[in-house]
T-cell receptor, first 115, second 115 residues
């Protein structure tokens, strides 16, 4: 069974602070894929990143960085120098390597960046 | 800038009425997913198609929901008869299979309210 846990329901930070969003996953597949999506107040889901289970190299994209740790089944997301435009709900998702191709989403973390 | 489009963006209807939601996937994407987002259940897969053929609709209540892809540029999700518990945001996503799994690109969603 696939499962994604985002224990942080809501986080508030002051602009320019760094913030880390946690994601813990469960899967029995040896090959799997992890994703992060952003859902701003407008409601759409914006793809941020995909990671496969063979690639544990951390990734940085501008102010965003992702830390993938297979040993702890975590795929955490850090925003550096947060901005008000980062305010959104962030979803972590998992797709198994076999069977269905759908994404299993966590419950999301609502990030509010206070100016 | 290729995007998934969904119509209507908002729909308010009375219980018992038929509702049809439409999705135009990104040109060239051969896989289409329908998800539903509610406060209680979060994001959950309803159905998905590859090359217009339904591959998995196990998440969909069969007695009232139906999903089709009459052609490569149109996917539909129909509810008949609608019930108040169907009130949710329905997302369509399209993607292409890659070595890293699908990168699913989501439409803006249809917010359905059944009174």
């Amino acid at each position: 069974a696939q499962k994604v846990t985002q224990a942080q329901t809501e986080i508030s930070v002051v602009e320019k602070e760094d913030v880390t969003l946690d994601c813990v996953y469960e899967t029995r597949d040896t090959t799997y894929y992890l994703f992060w999506y952003k859902q701003p107040p407008s409601g759409e889901l914006v793809f941020l990143i995909r990671r496969n289970s063979f690639d544990e190299q951390n990734e940085i994209s501008g102010r965003y960085s992702w830390n993938f740790q297979k040993s702890t089944s975590s795929f955490n997301f850090t925003i550096t120098a947060s901005q008000v435009v980062d305010s959104a709900v962030y979803f972590c998702a998992l797709r198994g390597g076999t069977g269905a191709n759908n994404l299993f989403f966590g419950t999301g973390t609502r990030l509010t960046v206070i100016p | 800038d290729a995007r998934v489009t969904q119509t209507p963006r908002h729909k308010v209807t009375e219980m018992g009425q038929e509702v049809t939601m439409r999705c135009q996937p990104i040109l060239g994407h051969n896989t289409v997913f329908w998800y539903r987002q509610t406060m209680m259940q979060g994001l959950e897969l309803l159905a998905y198609f590859r090359n217009r053929a339904p591959l998995d609709d196990s998440g969909m209540p069969k007695d009232r929901f139906s999903a089709e892809m009459p052609d490569a540029t149109l996917a539909t999700l129909k509810i008949q008869p609608s019930e108040p518990r169907d009130s949710a945001v329905y997302f369509c996503a399209s993607g292409l299979p890659t070595s890293g799994g699908y990168e699913q690109y989501f439409g803006p969603g249809t917010r359905l309210t059944v009174t």
